[in-house]
Each structure stands twice: as C-alpha cells, then as structure tokens.
C-alpha cells in the first residue's frame, strides 16, 4: 500500500481508502460525562470545607 499525503485531509483519506464517512474522526466509546447529582454533591462537599 502506498503512503498517504501528509496534507490529505480527513475526508479525501475516507473516500480514497473505502472508508465511511466519520470513520476516521468519530470516537470509538462515548466519553465519560458528569452527572448533575455529581456536580451538586461535589459543589457541597467544597463548600463545607471552607
């Protein structure tokens, strides 16, 4: 296989290689969010520490 351009961009590398669109960008696992129960049990806890 030959190398890829340094400056082919994201979508051009996709098409060029058979890929879906997204493929190469789109993160395999969601990332982690923080709940708001979270956010609200930590804003307490700092707020009685002080």
Same mark, same amino acid.
């Given at each position: 296989?030959?190398?890829?351009?340094?400056?082919?961009?994201?979508?051009?590398? *996709? /098409? #060029? =290689?058979?890929?879906?669109?997204?493929?190469?960008? /789109?993160?395999?696992?969601?990332?982690?969010?923080? #709940?708001?129960?979270?956010? =609200?049990?930590?804003?307490? *806890?700092?707020?009685? =520490?002080?």
């Amino acid at each position: 296989m030959r190398k890829t351009r340094s400056d082919c961009r994201v979508g051009t590398f *996709e /098409k #060029k =290689n058979g890929l879906s669109p997204g493929t190469v960008k /789109k993160p395999k696992t969601p990332s982690p969010s923080i #709940k708001p129960e979270m956010i =609200n049990s930590l804003i307490e *806890e700092f707020l009685s =520490n002080i």
